[in-house]
């Protein structure tokens, strides 16, 4: 946002936290280094950030787990892939275009049915927020995969906003605002109430779009690409094709969570 010309005002609205029982997921890290899934799939680094906190918990890491029992790992968009690759985790497959649960579904049947002689039904584990969506475990079930579909955190409010900041949203002070997750959306509304009419709103991609329609919105540009760098390339183009408000580029609260429901 610096680069761009943008005074950033970080706002977190949310975070997320482990689920109380983390049973589910040792069982599930301990089937996973015995070779019972063939996919490990994560579609956020909220994710990301449970597993390795359990797998260094009770192994060697996540890498070592993966590694040992030769299990592929698909992850959702850069930001989930860079996460796991600094954990030392080798990711096999990232959608080509959009980050997105359909497309990580899409990306991974494809890769299984262009490998010679593939498992008759892959098994996949898949560990999500409480707030996602059951996009890939359908797609893959549809697609004949055998699913272990496990919440191993919760999203919650990340509690008051800051007064300033408060008042600077409701004085129309904040020239724009970029939305990272469905749930950033609610939150937004929650705690600072609709944008003033001058506010420019950025979406990340096809779901915060579609939440935000649901609760009524307005919408200026949604991200070409589901990161973060091209959420602040979709207000950069926004604003040179409306222009900008007197001064410099409109500065913005984000929310920091890519790829999150």
Known sequence: MVAAGAEPVVVPLVRTVPVEDLTPLDDALLALGAGWYTWLTVTSQAAVAVLAERARAHDDGLAALVERAGVRVGAVGPGTARALQALGVHV???PPVRSTAADLVAALVASTTATPDPAPAPRALFPRGDL???????GLTSAGWSVDDLVVYRTVAAGAVDPQVADAWAAGDVHAALLTSASSVRALLDHLGPPPAGTRVVVIGPSTHAEA?????????????QTLAGLVDALVDHVARTGAPPGSLPGSPPTPAEDAP
């Open 92 to 94: 096999d497959v990232v």
């Open 213 to 225: 329609e649901r609760l009524g919105l307005r919408v200026d540009a949604v991200a070409g690409r």
């Open 132 to 138: 996602a969506a059951a996009t890939l475990t359908d």
